[in-house]
């Protein structure tokens, strides 16, 4: 519905700028989302090993669980307007959504599962939330009605 008042209340030229910045924002939404995504896990599965090496450095930082929930949730937010603009302009399929939200839920558990499944979750949960990045990705780059409405 928006398409049709953007396409007769703008002129044409400023409809597709509009259209082609809200494609980078995607992009570079679902590129954003899949890079923080990816360092979280690193700095969690490595965490382990960093940490003892840190005094002998003269650096004394503890593990930060209020730091892992920002980035967590930070992660979620930029991955569903990611995903909401690929939705909405885009391919209509809501199984990107299925894998984030799954993701997410899996990836804030890790606590739950015990120490000793720590890793294994959170390789499940970041790997779930890139798949919903990159299922988005490649859903928007596949769409053909895009190019036919204007």
């Given at each position: 519905?928006?398409?049709?008042l953007?396409?007769?209340?703008?002129p044409?030229?400023?409809?597709?700028?509009?259209?082609?910045v809200?494609?980078i924002?995607?992009?570079?939404?679902?590129?954003?989302g899949?890079?923080?995504?990816?360092?979280?896990?690193?700095?969690?599965?490595?965490l382990?090993?960093i940490?003892?090496?840190?005094p002998?450095?003269?650096?004394?930082?503890?593990h930060?669980?209020?730091?892992?929930?920002?980035?967590?949730l930070?992660?979620?937010?930029?991955?569903f307007?990611?995903?909401?603009?690929?939705?909405?302009?885009?391919?209509?399929?809501?199984?990107?959504?299925?894998?984030?939200?799954?993701?997410?839920?899996?990836?804030?558990?890790?606590?739950?599962?015990?120490?000793?499944?720590?890793?294994?979750?959170?390789?499940?949960?970041?790997?779930?939330?890139?798949?919903?990045?990159?299922?988005?990705?490649?859903?928007?780059?596949?769409?053909n009605?895009?190019?036919?409405?204007?």
């Amino acid at each position: 519905m928006y398409d049709v008042l953007l396409y007769y209340l703008v002129p044409r030229n400023l409809a597709f700028r509009v259209s082609n910045v809200l494609a980078i924002v995607r992009n570079v939404f679902d590129k954003v989302g899949i890079t923080v995504t990816s360092l979280c896990a690193i700095h969690c599965i490595l965490l382990p090993v960093i940490l003892p090496v840190l005094p002998l450095l003269g650096l004394s930082v503890g593990h930060n669980h209020a730091f892992e929930r920002i980035m967590l949730l930070t992660t979620m937010v930029l991955g569903f307007i990611a995903l909401f603009i690929g939705f909405h302009r885009y391919h209509r399929k809501l199984y990107p959504f299925y894998s984030l939200f799954l993701g997410v839920f899996i990836y804030w558990q890790k606590d739950v599962w015990g120490h000793e499944y720590e890793h294994a979750v959170l390789i499940v949960g970041a790997s779930l939330v890139v798949l919903a990045h990159v299922m988005n990705m490649r859903l928007c780059n596949s769409c053909n009605s895009c190019e036919d409405a204007h």
